[in-house]
């Protein structure tokens, strides 16, 4: 489980700009990283057919609860066994992957500034922005090529809640962020946020 997850690592940093933001390979052993993803609620109780119905782009599909229990752990140097979750079978799996504390705490997600408690949680805020093309173009890639689904599942989803919910609970949350940065196009930004994550390390030692 434990390359699994460095697999999954080093896929959702290229994916969603964390390498260009510090190079991975000379952090990795001061930071710890949280995907929001992987806490979508347990639903091994709810049939299959129910279980891709599931908005999971409102915030009700996350257990932010336990995220929030395991983000204030590791703040207090304690180690957390984050959950895993089986996208093929749109429930949780019995994995959980062993996250030790370290200096620096990445937490990812789409939805994690719509959470008042998270943001309170953080010392710096980044809204990281795609035009609509985008965001379906990679979603559509990722979602036929990692999780097995099919177009037309993927595009129905994309109408039916994706675009919907990101108007309504993401979009809104880019106010609240210190740093928004345009889909990985802005090198004034990146700087910033190394330089902020580096000062922390610094203040660290």
Known sequence: MER?????????????????????EKIKDDVAVLYHDNYYRDQSD???EERRKTNYDHPDAMETELLIRQLMNLKAG??????????????????????????????EGILVL??????DLLDIK???EADADERILRRIIRDVKERGRDMEGVVEQYLTTVKPMHYLYVEPTRCMADIVIN???????????????QKILDEAE
């Open 4 to 24: 699994k997850y460095e697999n999954d690592y080093h896929r959702n940093c290229r994916r969603n700009g964390v390498r260009k933001i510090y190079i991975y």
């Open 183 to 197: 889909s990985g196009k802005n090198p004034v930004a990146f700087t910033l946020v190394k330089n902020t994550i």
């Open 46 to 48: 709810i049939p299959l």
């Open 78 to 107: 304690k180690a957390v066994d984050c959950p895993v979750y089986d996208y093929t079978q749109h429930t949780r799996s019995d994995q959980v992957v062993r996250v030790e504390p370290k200096k620096v705490i990445l937490l």
């Open 114 to 119: 719509a959470d008042e408690r998270l943001r």
């Open 126 to 128: 980044v809204y990281v």
